[in-house]
């Protein structure tokens, strides 16, 4: 039998002291070493210009990628929101390429002015400023090759002069400034401005340029720009571009086909108004060959909407409009340009009824004779006149309706800027008093002395007195 093994004695239990703990005696803490300061600062230094470094070669290695995200955003544009509207950014592109667009009617003639002036590459010599009544000068009649008309439907004086002052933001300012002047310039009331005018923009412009105080805040760029940086706008421009690459038909963003194209054809065999490349307009071959009763019939129409076209309530001009007129000649004479003024002159027929309810029209009669006061004061060359009789050789077939003269008719009062220009320098141009439009009917007294002598003011013509 085994033996057994003897049984474990256990340990001893743990003797728990209460009251005081009995503490080890403490460690002496080592002395930390003092760093050099210079040592420290220059070793924080290199750590940072390690990271920043390391950051920086990732960031370049992303920069191409970024940068050409920029590019393309800002180039294509879908949106509009750098490069403007689609729709004129194709009128323009087509104009700055020689083609005249079709579809003039369906246009935003103000944003297709503005695109030109910002994409232009050069600034032409001389360009036109005025409503429809000034879209007939042309390159042509002018004697300006790199002529550009800028003149919109139915503007009014912002219109005028905000298309001068884009041109001289953008750097092209040109030479001379042909301004058809209309009445309603110098009209104070709402009823001389229209809609659809810029008014932040001549805001900007009457305080930036006039000092003239307004409600104008300059727009904050950045929320603008960051879409540049945005993907989904990136995104999106390269989808358009793709979608509208070699396509005969652009569309916009929204997928509408953008109906403006570059006219095919002989284009003054178009059965559309068009837009030349000029900026001029070309009307249809029907309007443009209307019988003299047709004409006539337009014109006795415009007589009794007359004062609608701008002049609601005209009874005198306005000082704070003769006032920006002013500091308008003055300002663009101070960027070098020479400021040419034509007035262009309306259907006989419907002058002759303006003539007939003076009261009417008292705002309207006195323009003509202020800025032929204005002109010869300042030494401005002034052609043209309101009344068609102040005109040698105009007839009712160089009007189109009784608002608008065809070229027919300017090319009998407009000797073309070249000669405007050398009459200026040589000190011969005509002497704009020496014109005298008519403000009332013509009537005859029999002063006592028994002789005939007409009271009215006699109408000269201009044609006479270019040739004196």
């Not at 955003?73 to 390429?97: E, H, K, T």
């Not at 003054?268 to 249809?284: C, E």
């Not at 050789?393 to 073309?416: M, N, R, S, V």
Request: with cysteine.
């Amino acid at each position: 039998m085994p033996a057994k093994s003897p049984t474990p004695i256990p340990t001893p239990p743990v003797k728990i002291q209460r009251g005081a703990a009995v503490t080890a005696p403490a460690r002496p803490r080592p002395r930390r070493k003092r760093r050099n300061p210079i040592v420290w600062f220059l070793q924080g230094l290199l750590r940072r210009l390690y990271f920043g470094l390391k950051t920086g070669v990732k960031f370049l290695l992303l920069a191409p990628i970024l940068v050409f995200m920029v590019a393309f955003s800002y180039n294509v544009d879908c949106s509009g929101l750098f490069q403007g509207a689609l729709a004129p950014r194709r009128i323009v592109d087509l104009m700055l390429d020689g083609y005249d667009v079709t579809n003039f009617e369906q246009m935003d003639e103000r944003q297709v002015v503005q695109l030109y002036a910002q994409d232009v590459s050069e600034a032409p010599e001389a360009i036109g400023i005025g409503s429809s009544r000034v879209l007939q000068f042309n390159r042509e009649n002018t004697g300006v090759d790199s002529f550009f008309n800028m003149g919109v439907t139915g503007a009014d004086v912002r219109d005028n002069m905000t298309s001068y002052y884009k041109m001289v933001s953008y750097g092209k300012t040109p030479k001379v400034l042909l301004w058809s002047l209309d009445p309603w310039v110098f009209y104070g009331s709402e009823a001389a401005f229209d809609e659809r005018a810029d008014a932040e923009l001549y805001n900007e412009f009457l305080t930036k340029v006039l000092n003239v105080p307004t409600d104008y805040e300059e727009p904050d760029p950045v929320e603008l720009w960051r879409a540049l940086a945005d993907p989904a706008y990136f995104q999106g421009n390269v989808h358009y571009y793709f979608k509208n690459r070699g396509q005969a038909v652009i569309t916009d963003e929204d997928g509408n086909s953008i109906e403006f194209n570059p006219v095919e054809g002989d284009p003054y065999d178009q059965t559309s108004t068009i837009k030349r490349s000029d900026g001029s307009v070309l009307y249809d071959v029907a309007f443009r060959n209307q019988t003299v009763d047709q004409i006539r019939a337009q014109a006795a129409t415009a007589c009794t909407t007359f004062n609608s076209v701008h002049m609601e309530g005209f009874d005198a001009m306005s000082e704070t409009q003769m006032q920006a007129f002013d500091s308008f000649i003055q300002y663009a004479q101070s960027q070098g340009t020479t400021v040419i003024l034509v007035l262009s002159p309306w259907h006989p027929y419907l002058y002759g009824y303006l003539l007939t309810e003076p009261d009417n029209h008292k705002g309207f009669f006195q323009v003509e004779n202020w800025v032929r006061q204005y002109a010869a004061e300042h030494n401005i060359p002034l052609y043209g006149s309101y009344d068609p009789e102040c005109i040698e050789g105009l007839q009712e077939t160089d009007f189109f309706d009784g608002l608008h003269c065809a070229g027919t008719g300017i090319e009998k009062f407009f000797p073309g800027v070249p000669q405007v220009l050398s009459d200026l320098q040589n000190g011969t141009l005509p002497d704009p008093l020496a014109v005298h439009p008519r403000t009332s009917l013509q009537t005859e007294t029999a002063p006592e002395d028994g002789t005939e002598e007409n009271t009215a003011e006699t109408a000269e013509t201009v044609g006479s007195q270019e040739s004196a």
